[in-house]
């Protein structure tokens, strides 16, 4: 069942200003940092200014050699199986850089000429000159990044649509600009019931956490 017919909204895709996700698997679509940074509107501004805010600072990391700084920020990125968008089989399953792969995202950016010289400056341009960094991983770094702004735009939903919300449950890390650092707190969620499993929603595509 879809996200709508869940909790009885009542509307059709095109009517809603959120992806009308099936939490039980994962629906074929990529969150785009590009795209976000193309609109004009406060809530993408916003987003935008959180993405190009921490891709610049693991930038400034791994070009002032800061190596073990790099890495800890690169490693907070972990798998977001929440918003249930990607390309995994059955249950939801994200491609998050955490452990060995944010060892092997700091060796790349730290190798790559394009880094060290300034043209890739935005984490949307990392498809173009990280091997190994497609849009898969990178909506996947997009979500861990801009985490806190979905959650409250999914508030603002379940608030528009009348939909219940239950608290607290672990947020999961975002970014905070202010600390340069990541973050995490208690939030308000949705609840589903799905084969006599509880799983917290919070997300402006319907993320879920455990």
């Keep these: 069942m879809k996200f709508s017919q869940i909790f009885g909204i009542g509307l059709e895709q095109a009517q809603l200003d959120f992806v009308d996700i099936t939490p039980s698997e994962d629906t074929p679509l990529f969150i785009d940092p590009f795209a976000i940074s193309l609109k004009g509107d406060e809530w993408s501004e916003t987003c935008h200014q959180h993405i190009t805010h921490f891709f610049q600072t ?3 990391h791994i070009r002032a050699g800061r190596a073990e700084q790099a890495r800890a920020l ?7 199986n929440e918003t249930c968008l990607g390309m995994s089989k059955g249950q939801p399953a994200g491609r998050g850089v955490a452990g060995k792969q944010a060892f092997d995202l700091y060796e790349s950016l730290a190798a790559s000429q394009a880094a060290q010289s300034g043209i890739l400056e935005e984490l949307a341009e990392c498809d173009l000159f990280i091997p190994g960094i497609g849009s898969d991983k990178i909506s996947d770094i997009t979500t861990n990044i801009i985490r806190r702004p979905l959650i409250e735009y999914t508030q603002a939903q379940c608030a528009l649509h009348s939909v219940d919300l ?3 449950y672990p947020s999961g890390r975002y970014w905070d600009m202010a600390a340069a650092a990541w973050r995490q707190g208690y939030v308000r969620c949705l609840l589903l019931r799905r084969r006599g499993l509880f799983w917290c929603q919070s997300s402006r595509s319907g993320e879920r956490c455990p």
């Design 58 to 60: 693991a930038l400034d």
């Design 74 to 80: 690169l490693n907070g990125l972990s798998e977001p």
């Design 166 to 168: 239950i608290g607290d």
